[in-house]
Antibody, heavy 123, light 107 residues
Framework: QLQLQESGPGLVKPSETLSLICTVS??????????WGWLRQPPGKGLEWIGN???????YYNSSLKSRLTISVDTSKNQFSLKLNSVTAADTAVYYC???????????????WGQGTLVTVSS | DIQMTQSPSSLSASLGDRVTITCRAG??????LNWYQQIPGKAPELLIY???SLQSGVPSRFRGSGSGTDFTLTISSLQPEDFATYYC?????????FGPGTKVDIK
């Protein structure tokens, strides 16, 4: 059974870089049928897609975050990572990683999700 | 980006009630619409993909329908474990967007 686990600092200072890793277990990150994605949810608010990566390194980013965002993949470790620089309090959220299933006929969907990790931006 | 709206934003219902949640896309998205359930403190879970396909393991009381711009999630008989927030998500373009959510709580 595929599982994803987010890891990284829970507290980041304003203007610094938020860095998270998602470790995939129970399956290979290098399968061609999937993207791997990051999402976030500010406290008490809805879900926001951050970006995706394919095992080859191809990426898609949310245009509102693109200038501050880097998503990368390490197939040897079965991990992918998120770096968001110049953070502010508005970046405080629970960050989730998820597998994205690619289906030509019906689109793409997120399944499963990691449990999420709260990142607070504060001095 | 494709804007997604949901109605209602919240609703109160009793056990056994039939519940209907509507999701509307800002443009035609064919059947590229998914539904998720989020229980407080937990990660979202996939319920319905491609507008009407039930994810493995999800009870058959959940049903998705619609195409184009208008979609519906129906719970035929509300159970205690169904009190949660429900989100729709479009994947017509690879800049995914979610609806704002519909919170279902106990009347």
């Amino acid at each position: 059974q595929l599982q994803l686990q987010e890891s990284g600092p829970g507290l980041v200072k304003p203007s610094e870089t938020l860095s998270l890793i998602c470790t995939v277990s129970g399956g290979s990150i290098s399968k061609s049928s999937y993207f791997w994605g990051w999402l976030r949810q500010p406290p008490g608010k809805g879900l926001e897609w951050i970006g995706n990566i394919y095992y080859s390194g191809s990426t898609y980013y949310n245009s509102s975050l693109k200038s501050r965002l880097t998503i990368s993949v390490d197939t040897s470790k079965n991990q992918f990572s998120l770096k968001l620089n110049s953070v502010t309090a508005a970046d405080t959220a629970v960050y989730y990683c998820a597998r994205i299933i690619i289906e030509a006929a019906g689109g793409n969907w997120f399944d499963p999700w990691g449990q999420g990790t709260l990142v607070t931006v504060s001095s | 980006d494709i804007q997604m709206t949901q109605s209602p934003s919240s609703l109160s219902a009793s056990l056994g009630d039939r519940v209907t949640i509507t999701c509307r896309a800002g443009q035609n998205i064919s059947n590229f619409l998914n539904w998720y359930q989020q229980i407080p403190g937990k990660a979202p879970e996939l319920l319905i993909y491609a507008a009407s396909s039930l994810q493995s393991g999800v009870p058959s009381r959940f049903r998705g329908s619609g195409s184009g711009t208008d979609f519906t999630l129906t719970i035929s008989s509300l159970q205690p474990e169904d009190f949660a927030t429900y989100y729709c998500q479009q994947s017509y373009i690879m800049r995914f967007t979610f609806g704002p959510g519909t919170k279902v709580d106990i009347k």
